[in-house]
């Protein structure tokens, strides 16, 4: 980069600006540390690749809302709330 150069990110940021990402790393270390430590972290599923886990989770629960989070779009877009799980081919955040 030169001088007079700016950018919207900071460098490495992405594993907390990217929700997948984020929500890896905070499962990482809820099985490091214990889930006590990490109660405020919602139940996250990035989906297709854990939807035998969200539909067991989502199976269980009394008709309660999740929040569907497209990985491949920003500011909002693509956001949906679900009462189940979506077969989805493309990367999706289950919250």
């Not at 990110?9 to 099985?31: I, Q």
């Amino acid at each position: 980069m030169q001088p007079w150069q700016r950018v919207n990110r900071f460098p490495g940021t992405v594993e907390m600006t990217n929700k997948a990402k984020l929500a890896a790393n905070l499962r990482l270390m809820r099985e490091r540390h214990g889930a006590r430590h990490f109660s405020f972290v919602p139940s996250t599923y990035e989906l297709p690749a854990q939807q035998r886990a969200a539909m067991n989770a989502v199976g269980g629960s009394k008709g309660e809302l999740w929040i569907a989070k497209p990985s491949n779009q920003a500011c909002g877009r693509g956001i949906y709330l679900t009462r189940s799980v979506p077969h989805t081919s493309y990367r999706c955040s289950l919250l």
